[in-house]
């Protein structure tokens, strides 16, 4: 697959059989080509994601001894520029991240979101709130591309364990070291990954044959991927596709940002491969693992820590 899909989520939102499937099908195409596609008519509204880009951009924009008084442990609140290799958790050796990031989860609480500026809370809330019932909608559609039941994943992810990464790139200066990315090749960890930018020119999605595809969308549009649990789930019938930010450049010398949502099953959930993605020829291929098992792993690696969730 040379393109990243665009895929219109209003024919599943009609409600109708027909416009389920239609929705269903695409997406099971994308996900075992190359576990990226973008999507259009996702009903979030643009003020809503706008006003939670604003919020963003004021906080990276405070002073460095502001912004540290929200890092915490585990990966969340506050990580500085080059304190975190996401290659890492793939084992592969790669200079570390230009970037910076704020890493929210739910509920809210004083340690990891910060009080200025005074409309993030307000805003990220609601974009975050956004996100976990769109989350479940795309669970739903997963569902159906996979031959399940619509609700097969509900009790699953009814306790989600989410995380809303708002990302910073500085811009880069000079001569691009070699090697030198924004964000490094990795995959992601949990069931799926909903990304917003105003441009993301940079991102880049490995599909199967080892090429990178740019992974271009409006600001209208949500970039959706698959994560490393979503892959066991389907015993590698879908891709979790190796991606990275690179140098882009026509940005590479501007300040690049982005808002990343993860969303994983409920941490107790056992995740197990699907009866649909196994066969005679293909028997399970993963052993079962708790959901959050498998994101401690994965945290740690990442951070160069052990992390307990």
Known sequence: MSEIPVIDLAPYFAGTEGGKTAVSQQIRRACEEIGFFTIANHGIPQEVILAAHTAV??????PQADKNTVIAPGGLGYIRVGGENLAASLDLAQITDVKESLNLMLPVSDDIWPNQPDHLRRDCLRYYESLIALAADLMRLFALALDMPETFFDDKINDPRTILRL???PPMQGEVQEGQTRAGAHTDYGTLTILWSPDSRGLQAQDRSGKWVDVVAPSEHFIINIGDLMMNWTNDRWISTLHQV??????????????AFFHNPNPDALIEVIDTCI???????????????????????SLGEQVKL
């Not at 951009?57 to 405070?62: A, E, G």
């Not at 066969?279 to 690696?301: D, Q, V």
Request: hydrophobic share 30%; glycine share 4%; aromatic share 8%.
């Open 57 to 62: 951009s004021t906080f990276f924009d405070l």
């Open 167 to 169: 990302l910073n790139y």
């Open 246 to 259: 690179a140098p882009h450049p026509e940005t590479t010398g501007k300040r690049r940002q982005s808002i």
């Open 279 to 301: 066969s005679t020829g293909h028997p399970p291929k993963y052993a079962p693992i708790l959901a959050k098992h498998h994101l401690e792993m994965k945290i740690a690696k």
